[in-house]
């Protein structure tokens, strides 16, 4: 039974399915974009100053950017340690530390 | 057909929808039920692992370690070394370093870093890791040599501040310059040592292993639930290998720099393949995205503990669990009124991952709304992209108006959707702003299962029921319990259970047996690896042109823009009102710490 699909034009029929060559030909033009992507386009991007600055600290502190859980960041563990202390056991001796100045 | 069911939606291959009628028998034929039964499963398995196996004189080592801080608190208007080596000693204590639960580890092991050759994500040689520990042993001497020294000039200056009694400003603000410095060679130290101590590893076997024994956990529900097991047995390798190359390509050096997550390169990898070659019949059995995502969400909702919200105090409280309703509903109704989007659910969804958590928030919610999952992956795609962007505009943006970074750390972990890119964000700033933004959003993190709860009961009452019926109490209630997602009830319980047990524990035996022990080293690798699975299945059962018509007009990217918008202006006046004028004591202790 053939199937027509109604456009513009009038009754025209549904585009031929892709022959087993074109889809593995369409399977490796996306592996091959992909692969353009991670080691072409994506180092290209890093080289713009401010870009690469931020990644490189991301890679330097071993921090997993693209964890979208708190337990699977090691670092949030550390926030929380931190927190923590500052609740808990905040230095409060006699005289001043000074206050902490980050740049 | 009874009158009160007329317009009840029809079971798709797209959604799960429960029949009206509840029996008994849907404790062993729902996937919503199997969901809760394989999580419990898992829970109490992890709880058993873990809680029996406390790390040597746990309670004795944290009650010397909590003794020595507090007498170096009171001491000391500063951290000291004894104070810090006391910290460092309880933050040593895991559940997760005893044998068996290295064991676990092992197997549940995902792919790990590689740069341009995808071999080492797998395999390591023994020649390989002796010669990268032999490249990277003179770094490692050089930096204990430095922390010797730095720690001598740290003991120094202490000594100096204390023979002031702590009186003199100067001195004091000398002594606490060198044990920072102290500290930060101890990490480059840390460091290098793991560099200078490569391990050689094959994670085929275990890969094996796992694919495995995750096959035959899934498969008794499907089993039950009346499904082809043997289908889905024979299609689940294929499934578990899209998710394999997801988590290798995610932790490739440069992605992992970017934030583009295991998720997206799943859903990616399974589109690619079904659009072009197409998913092979055989596998389709085993694509079983809701089945996936409901066990993970209930795994998920061990580590959803309440005591949390009060680790930044109350201002850390309005920051979170008032501006982010605010957002969501906001943005809801501007997505229903406005801009007029035909599919509340996409709304909902889009809504919850700008407004909460990003993917994790997104995941919750198409779940508890019963999203399409196209919808879904549309909400994921369009958060990965902007979280990306964020990550590097955010920080930028505040270092050049000369931002507080208390303030700047809450404004980015109240905004940027994921939270490793918030650590991210934070970590370009300053460690202060980092550690306010990772507990921000963390904060976040655990509204998950209230955002979860609230949506699946708004939906199964207000836009699930029969319009214009009017149902007597009972026959309301009914309506609603057949109507309401099941799963939502485990993701809530294990959530209420694990608090429960966190809370009576206390925060830092909690933190080694359920932070250190039950999630990091159980139930975070497994419901990673359930994520990746659904992930997998959505890309492998969805046709890119029913994924494009979902960006007709633009409407779902303007409502996040305009939602974004509307959550980064309330989120940095809601800070700044916290932590500069009602709790301004809050900020003076975190610059402080």
Not at chain 1, 42 to 61: F, K, N, S
Not at chain 2, 34 to 57: D, Q, R, S, T, Y
Not at chain 2, 255 to 274: C, Q
Request: hydrophobic share 50%.
């Amino acid at each position: 039974m053939s199937v027509y699909m109604r456009t513009a034009g009038g009754l025209q029929s549904p585009p031929a399915p892709k022959s087993k060559p074109k889809k593995w030909l369409s399977l490796l033009l996306g592996v091959l974009l992909i692969w353009g992507f991670v080691f072409v386009v994506a180092p290209l991007i890093d080289r713009v100053p401010a870009i690469g600055r931020a990644h490189g600290i991301v890679q330097d502190e071993g921090i997993e950017a693209g964890a979208f859980w708190y337990a699977d960041v090691e670092k949030v563990g550390k926030a929380a340690t931190f927190m923590r202390n500052v609740r808990d056991f905040a230095p409060s001796g006699a005289g001043t530390a000074g206050t902490r100045t980050d740049d | 057909m009874d009158d009160k069911f007329k317009n009840q939606p029809t079971q798709s291959d797209d959604i799960v929808v429960d029949k009206p009628k509840s029996s008994w028998s849907d404790l062993w034929k729902f996937e919503d039920y199997w969901a809760i039964w394989l999580g419990i499963l898992l829970l109490v398995a992890g709880m058993f692992i873990f809680f029996n196996n406390p790390p040597a004189e746990m309670n004795e080592k944290i009650t010397k370690a909590n003794a020595t801080m507090q007498a170096e608190a009171e001491r000391a208007p500063f951290k000291t070394i004894a104070y810090v080596e006391a910290d460092e000693a309880k933050g040593k204590l895991k559940a997760s370093d005893g044998d068996l639960a290295k064991t676990l580890a092992n197997y549940l092991s995902r792919p790990k870093g590689w740069d341009s050759n995808p071999v080492p994500s797998f395999y390591l040689s023994e020649a390989d890791a002796a010669a990268k520990s032999a490249a990277e042993a003179p770094k490692y001497e050089a930096a204990q040599e430095k922390t010797i020294a730095v720690r001598a000039a740290a003991e120094e200056a202490e000594a100096a501040a204390a023979a002031a009694g702590f009186q003199n400003t100067q001195l004091n603000k000398e002594a606490d310059t060198a044990i920072d410095a102290w500290v930060a060679a101890k990490a480059a130290e840390s460091k290098a040592k793991s560099g200078a101590n490569v391990k050689p590893y094959n994670l085929i076997p275990t890969l094996i292993v796992l694919c495995v024994a995750f096959a035959l956990f899934f498969a008794i529900g499907t089993r039950f639930m009346g499904r082809d097991v043997a289908g889905f047995l024979m299609g689940f390798p294929f499934v578990f290998l899209v998710a394999i190359i997801a988590y290798m390509m995610s932790n490739q050096g440069t992605m992992k720099a970017y934030g583009i997550e295991y998720v997206i390169w799943a859903i990616g990898l399974g589109l690619l393949i079904s659009n072009t070659v197409g998913t092979p019949r055989w596998v389709m059995p085993a694509v079983q995205t809701e089945y996936y995502i409901k066990t993970g969400l209930v795994l998920l909702g061990a580590s959803i503990l309440f005591s949390k919200i009060l680790l930044i105090g109350q201002a850390g409280i309005f920051v979170t669990w008032v501006v982010t309703p605010i957002v969501l509903i906001c943005t809801f109704w501007f997505g229903q009124k406005v801009l007029k989007m035909e599919s509340k659910t996409l709304n909902i969804t889009v809504s919850a991952d700008m407004s909460v958590s990003g993917v994790s928030a997104a995941i919750a919610t198409a779940a508890a709304c019963r999203a399409k999952k196209e919808e879904l992956t549309l909400a994921v795609g369009i958060s990965v992209a902007f979280t990306a962007v964020m990550m590097i505009l955010m920080p930028a943006f505040i270092k050049s108006v000369g931002m507080h970074h208390v303030l700047g750390g809450a404004w980015m972990g109240g905004t940027i959707d994921s939270t490793g890119a918030v650590v991210a964000a934070g970590a370009i700033l300053s460690d202060t702003a980092m550690y306010v933004a990772a507990t921000i959003k963390m904060i976040q993190n655990v509204m998950i299962g209230v955002i979860a709860f609230g949506v699946a009961a708004y939906w199964c009452t207000k836009v699930e029921c029969t319009p214009g019926a009017k149902l007597g109490f009972k026959d309301a209630m009914y309506e609603i319990w057949a109507r309401f997602p099941k799963f939502v009830l485990g993701f809530i319980g294990a959530s209420v259970v694990f608090s429960i047990i966190y809370s009576s524990m206390g925060d830092d035996v909690g933190k080694v047996l359920v932070d250190e022990g039950v999630i990091k080293g159980w139930t975070s690798g497994l419901q990673g690896w359930f994520f990746a699975l659904a992930f997998a299945s959505i890309g492998l059962a969805t046709n890119f042109r029913e994924l494009a018509k979902y960006f007709k007009g633009g409407k779902v990217v303007i409502l996040y823009v305009c939602g974004q918008s509307f959550n980064l202006i309330l989120t940095l006046l809601m800070a700044y009102l916290m932590f500069f004028v009602v709790f301004p004591g809050v900020t003076e202790k975190l610059m402080g710490g």
